[in-house]
Nanobody, 127 residues
Framework: QVQLVESGGGSVQAGGSLRLSCAASGAAFDSRCMGWFRQAPGKEREGVASIDTRLTTYYAASVKGRFTVSRDNAKNTLFLHMNSLKPEDTAMYYC?????????????????????WGQGTQVTVSS
């Protein structure tokens, strides 16, 4: 069973940057798609970015060009580099692993095939 632990959140001003990390325990990290999701108070959880086993990346329209998702399979770690942050990026950010092995349409951002959630890390962007 996988355990996911997010870190790197914090409070920044608009225009600032943060790098989130997600450390995964358990075997076969490199055989699953990984994703980042976020949930703001009073809103539904939404997909932010994802990366498949071939390192193809997917982004929500709201973050494309500002956020970059990457993974280090040797260290079982997923990253989210966030630049040009906006107040509307304020949310709890979660990483998740796909239920399915390999790469396919289930790796797309926000796919319902992501699960095994971490505890989240808070990102707050002030104007």
């Amino acid at each position: 069973q996988v355990q996911l632990v997010e870190s790197g959140g914090g409070s920044v001003q608009a225009g600032g940057s943060l790098r989130l990390s997600c450390a995964a325990s358990g075997a076969a990290f490199d055989s699953r798609c990984m994703g980042w999701f976020r949930q703001a108070p009073g809103k539904e959880r939404e997909g932010v970015a994802s990366i498949d086993t071939r390192l193809t990346t997917y982004y929500a329209a709201s973050v494309k060009g500002r956020f970059t998702v990457s993974r280090d399979n040797a260290k079982n770690t997923l990253f989210l580099h966030m630049n040009s942050l906006k107040p509307e990026d304020t949310a709890m950010y979660y990483c998740a692993r796909s239920y399915r092995i390999g790469s396919g349409s289930w790796c797309d951002v926000g796919s319902p095939d992501f699960g095994s959630w971490g505890q989240g890390t808070q990102v707050t962007v002030s104007s």
